[in-house]
T-cell receptor, first 116, second 112 residues
Framework: GAVVSQHPSRVICKSGTSVKIECRSL??????MFWYRQFPKQSLMLMAT?????????EQGVEKDKFLINHASLTLSTLTVTSAHPEDSSFYIC????????????FGPGTRLTVT | DAKTTQPTSMDCAEGRAANLPCNHS???????VYWYRQIHSQGPQYIIH???NNETNEMASLIITEDRKSSTLILPHATLRDTAVYYC?????????????FGTGTLLAVQP
């Protein structure tokens, strides 16, 4: 159990376009979902926390108008990178947690975004 | 959340126990120690967590010193598939948010 999927696994887009990444909890209801970004040879950096039905909370330095997060249901959160630029190329990872076991976050497999 | 310090990298022979240390000297009384690992180009995986007692599950054991200023994650019989970056994270359980702040972790290389 506790499987989180991400789609797509890899995406290449042109500079200036927007790209949407989906994160789904397949066999549990995720009251909270998190979005991370990871550059090569670096650790994960938390971008934002989203609770179902409410606005996401962004970490300091993360532009909320550039990284749009929607958590419309207990099994789906989306991250949209708007007006992507080459410096947005990164590995984007989501995680999900349930209300009854908040200490265990279940991570998706990640999405490799390349902006050309 | 308290800061953690881990060695950058470690080697371990296949089949032997891998002991990964973590220092968290500024840990406070209500902070738990969590361990996650990340295999290359995959999402992290939860391993284990504890407060002050030693913990064991099907993946690993967690040994926390009596003063709680350090801990050790033990993989009893390391395999090649255990090669990954291991993250030790200290945070308050059930705090205002459940967010995890990842440090640089320890790259464990299991050698055949």
């Amino acid at each position: 159990g506790a499987v989180v999927s991400q789609h797509p696994s890899r995406v290449i887009c042109k500079s200036g376009t927007s790209v949407k990444i989906e994160c789904r909890s397949l066999d549990f209801q995720a009251t909270t979902m998190f979005w991370y970004r990871q550059f090569p040879k670096q650790s994960l950096m938390l971008m934002a926390t989203s609770n179902e039905g409410s606005k996401a909370t962004y970490e300091q330095g993360v532009e909320k108008d550039k990284f749009l997060i929607n958590h419309a249901s207990l099994t789906l959160s989306t991250l949209t990178v708007t007006s992507a630029h080459p410096e947005d190329s990164s590995f984007y990872i989501c995680s999900a947690a349930t209300g009854d076991r908040p200490y265990e976050q279940y991570f998706g497999p990640g999405t490799r975004l390349t902006v050309t | 959340d308290a800061k953690t310090t881990q060695p950058t990298s470690m080697d371990c022979a296949e089949g032997r126990a891998a002991n990964l240390p973590c220092n968290h000297s500024t840990i406070s009384g209500n902070e738990y120690v969590y361990w996650y690992r990340q295999i290359h180009s995959q999402g992290p995986q939860y391993i284990i967590h504890g407060l002050k007692n030693n913990e064991t599950n099907e993946m690993a054991s967690l040994i926390i010193t009596e003063d709680r200023k350090s801990s050790t994650l033990i993989l009893p019989h390391a395999t090649l598939r255990d090669t990954a970056v291991y993250y030790c994270i200290v945070r308050v359980y059930g705090g205002a948010t459940n967010k995890l702040i990842f440090g640089t972790g320890t790259l464990l290389a299991v050698q055949p």
